[in-house]
């Protein structure tokens, strides 16, 4: 069985990016947040989350990004979205107004641009 969702990490500095490609459900929903928090350590200042490949993100993912922002905030740890004006999962974090807890940012670029601010 293929999986659904490829979430792929890098580090740069102290900052992580994390690209999850595919869909995120209730069906993986844990696998996903497993592979996001195996991927940020201690000496992680922000988690930059690229969901322009993400095709599909139900309310358990939506859940996901908001747990995570309050986990991370909790560690004095930031997470900010990459989410393209063309991602297709952009509609979902607007309606549930997602970006009035976490930054979102066009691409990675501008994410790390913004946190040399």
């Known amino acids: ?18 690209r999850v490609t595919g869909e995120v459900d209730l069906s993986n929903v844990d696998d996903v947040s497993a592979a996001l928090s195996a991927a940020v350590t201690q000496n992680t200042s922000s988690l930059l989350l690229d969901l322009t490949a993400t095709s599909y993100l139900d ?29 297709v999962v952009r509609r979902v974090l607007v309606l549930t107004h997602v970006g009035e807890q976490v930054p979102f940012h066009s691409s990675v670029d501008d994410a790390l641009a913004a946190l040399e601010d």
């Open 59 to 87: 309310s358990t993912g939506v859940r996901l990004l908001f747990e995570l922002a309050e986990r991370l905030h909790a560690r004095r740890q930031e997470l900010r979205l990459v989410v393209s004006d063309t991602a």
């Open 1 to 18: 069985m293929t999986a659904l969702a490829d979430v792929r990490s890098e580090q740069r500095g102290q900052v992580v990016i994390a």
